[in-house]
């Protein structure tokens, strides 16, 4: 079955940068998408179709992708960004979804 | 604003059937197709399934198939996960999901 894989954590210091990468072999041809889920609440989108960020959503989140990885970089990672973050993508039919495995990102 | 407000869950024995609701509001429900996503107790998401906005493309986990069903009604802007043959591994919190918007989720605890 069609996996995307994440690296199971990021640290980060307050105001630096945090990428996190998410690999799979449809994502040449698929839109990758991120959601943040911080402890205890629902997901919440905060990049969609690559890299268009949903309104609300601060400008330090973006999203990029190339070949078979696509990466969502916090510029300038503030405390409350500290979350799991999941990367999800249809398979090469387009019609099954898959979630990355989640990265926990820490900012101390 | 976008809601999503999921019901219908609670403890079952394995085995049983449960069904989900998902109350839309805010949106024009019939033009988006919806999602039904889960997450077992410390673990990460699970799509479940996925549903065309007029119900006519049904789309499954290979873990669900068979055993679960999503439906829509466009009419009373709701979207129904009907879920047989539990299993302990369908313990989770289910959210319903639009591609941008999720509700806060339910409890499914399939226990004996």
């Known amino acids: 079955s069609y996996e995307l894989t994440q690296p199971p954590s990021v640290s980060v210091s307050p105001g630096q940068t945090a990428r996190i990468t998410c690999s799979g072999d449809a994502l040449p041809k698929q839109y990758a998408y991120w959601c943040q889920q911080k402890s205890g609440q629902a997901p919440v989108l905060v990049i969609y179709?690559?890299?268009k960020r949903p309104s609300g959503i601060p400008e330090r989140f973006s999203g990029s992708s190339s070949g078979t990885m696509a990466t969502l970089t916090i510029s300038g990672a503030q405390v409350e960004d500290e979350a799991d973050y999941y990367c999800?993508?249809?398979?090469?039919?387009?019609?099954?979804?898959?979630f990355g495995t989640g990265t926990k990102v820490t900012v101390l | 604003q976008v809601q999503l407000v999921e019901s219908g869950g609670g403890v079952v024995q394995p085995g049983r059937s449960l069904r989900l609701s998902c109350a839309a509001s805010g949106f024009t429900f019939i033009s988006y197709g919806m999602h039904w996503v889960r997450q077992a107790p410390g673990k990460g998401l699970e799509w479940v399934a996925v549903?065309?906005?007029?119900?006519?493309?049904?789309y499954y986990a290979d873990s669900v198939k068979g055993r679960f069903t999503v439906s829509r009604d466009n009419s009373k802007n709701t979207l129904y996960l009907q879920m047989n043959s539990l299993r302990d591994e369908d313990t989770a919190v289910y959210y319903c999901?639009?591609?941008?918007?999720w509700g806060q989720g339910t409890l499914v605890t399939v226990s004996s």
């Open positions: 999901a639009r591609a941008d918007h």
């Open positions: 549903i065309s906005y007029d119900g006519s493309n049904k």
């Open positions: 999800y993508a249809t398979d090469s039919s387009g019609n099954h979804y898959v």
């Open positions: 179709e690559d890299s």
